[in-house]
């Protein structure tokens, strides 16, 4: 099966898609708790469950037509993390997400990303809104939200963990554009 999956460039970033490879360099960056902290079991993965959230990824563009990406950073070359829109059963609704390795944070990766994601997001998949479900003590996550436009909404029970709804109209996303 060919999987049309695009590459998106950013003035810093590249968004590619997910390759095998990329189960291993996710793993390596997951090792640190405070990586994982705020996103979906909060574990420590192993490697295996790196490799099988790769793999679901992968299969999630198959599904939905879009997904998570591998970010890789231009300068440099090298995987640091993923960013993408994921919808998975039982799901509040069409996700921007994003992980990020340690070594990468603060320097705005995350909102370049997760912004580069979104607008692909409304202009290629026609979305009418976009979420983001953060943790409510993720104050980083809660600032790239704000940054990409995105208001609180709620909250909801997401993987046994209590998360905040943050989201974006189409309307909204479309007036912030000028």
């Given amino acids: 099966m060919d999987l049309a999956i695009p590459t998106l460039e950013t003035e810093r970033l590249t968004l590619r898609p997910l390759r095998e490879?990329?189960?291993?360099?996710?793993?390596?960056?997951?090792?640190d708790p405070d990586v994982v902290r705020y996103v979906g079991d909060r574990r420590v993965p192993t490697?295996?469950?790196?490799?099988?959230?790769?793999?679901?990824?992968?299969?999630?563009?198959?599904?939905?037509?879009?997904?998570q990406w591998a970010i890789e950073e231009r300068a440099?070359?090298?995987?640091?993390g993923r960013a993408g829109i994921i919808n998975p059963a039982e799901w509040p609704g069409p996700e921007v997400g994003y992980l990020l390795g340690r070594a990468w944070w603060g320097r705005?990766?995350?909102?370049?990303?997760a912004r580069a994601a979104m607008d692909w997001g409304f202009r290629e998949i026609g979305f009418d809104d976009l979420l983001s479900l953060i943790d409510p003590n993720n104050r980083a996550s809660i600032g790239v939200a704000t940054r990409?436009?995105?208001?609180?909404?709620?909250?909801?029970e997401v993987m046994g963990n209590r998360?905040?709804?943050?989201?974006?109209?189409?309307?909204?996303?479309?007036a912030s554009r000028g």
């Fill in 148 to 156: 990409l436009g995105e208001s609180l909404r709620g909250e909801a």
């Fill in 21 to 31: 490879a990329d189960a291993t360099a996710l793993f390596e960056l997951s090792q």
């Fill in 76 to 80: 440099s070359g090298q995987f640091i």
């Fill in 163 to 174: 998360v905040l709804l943050y989201g974006i109209s189409r309307a909204e996303w479309e």
């Fill in 108 to 113: 705005g990766y995350a909102t370049e990303a």
């Fill in 47 to 67: 490697l295996q469950e790196a490799w099988r959230a790769v793999a679901g990824w992968i299969g999630h563009w198959a599904l939905r037509g879009y997904g």
